[in-house]
């Protein structure tokens, strides 16, 4: 774990490091949420770009991007965010209107706002897990709008290569209630072991009824795509060098491990979600994204 440690260069805040890739969604959320054609819509994302040194400059709207929709980073990874805050939002929305989960955590929330944004049910409480400087960034700008939670709201501020099972059940998560658990934009920042860890716990602390989704870069080779339009934009537009901040370690296979546990598991690509709502990124030649994979899992209720 020292590995990811050192790529981190001890910063804890969004001002860099992976931190400041929270921003990079939050802008891309932004864009998504005064496009015409919308797919998600946060209107806090714009405050955290516009709040944050370490995202001068950057764009929180589309006509602010001079190429628009054929700029790699600002048009077709942005929309690629926007499409998956859409899924997962749908994903949530459907665990606790549909399935009765009243208890939902996020695993690396970031500038997440869906407990402010979304229609929860009452008798809701969401977790939100992330590292202390990046949530203490996050409440000084929601504080500063006087944002109002729309449901019971819990940040836990602890890192998830620890023991953060700990920390979640000190801040009153329930084990005995059927959960339903986001990991969105994380894993791959992650050592093996801890992908291996968070997974382990999340189906020890999973009761009966409860979901999972998350999502996972399958290619067995990141740096292959080192020289992708993705990657390079982002490298040179924004200096987020996301392959120095990906643990490049092997990946386990945590859809068979949870198999193995009873789990049932669907695994999609971003591309079959585009093809349903009609718009968002398409596969292209020499594609950042190919691998990338969302993983739906759900424990069957009593
Ligand atoms: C790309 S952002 C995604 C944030 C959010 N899930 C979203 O989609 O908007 C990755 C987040 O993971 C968090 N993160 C990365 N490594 C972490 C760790 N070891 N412990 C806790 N949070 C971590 C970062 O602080 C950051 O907020």
Known sequence: MADTARRDSGVE?????????????????????????????????????LAAPASAGWPVRMWQVPDGDANPLWGRFARYFGLRTRVLDDFLLRAVH???????????????????????????????????????FKHKVLDGLSAIPRTTRVPVATDLRAD?????????????????????????????????YLVNTVDRLSARGSALAYEVKLEKDLLAYRDSPLYTATRRQIGIDLLSLFSLEPR??????????????????????????????????????????????????S
């Open 252 to 301: 386990p296979d945590s859809a068979a491990g949870l198999e193995a546990n009873g789990w049932t598991t669907t695994v999609h690509t971003p591309f079959d979600f585009t093809r349903r709502h009609g718009r968002g990124p398409l596969p292209e030649p020499n594609d950042a994204l190919a691998g990338n994979r969302w993983v739906f899992a759900g424990r069957a209720g």
């Open 98 to 136: 549909a399935d009765g989960v009243r208890q939902v955590v996020l695993l690396g929330a970031g500038l997440d706002t869906r407990a402010f944004r979304l229609a929860w049910p009452s008798g809701c409480v969401v977790f939100e897990i992330d590292r202390e400087g990046v949530l203490a």
């Open 164 to 196: 953060w099972a700990g920390a979640l059940t000190d801040a009153g998560f329930d084990p005995a209630a059927p959960t339903a658990w986001l990991v969105e934009g994380l894993l791959f920042y992650l050592p093996g072991a801890a992908e291996t």
């Open 13 to 49: 805040g969004v001002d860099g490091g992976v931190g400041r890739t929270a921003l990079l969604v939050a802008a891309a959320r932004a864009i998504e949420t005064y496009r015409p054609d919308s797919l998600a819509q946060d209107v806090h994302a714009e405050h955290f770009v």
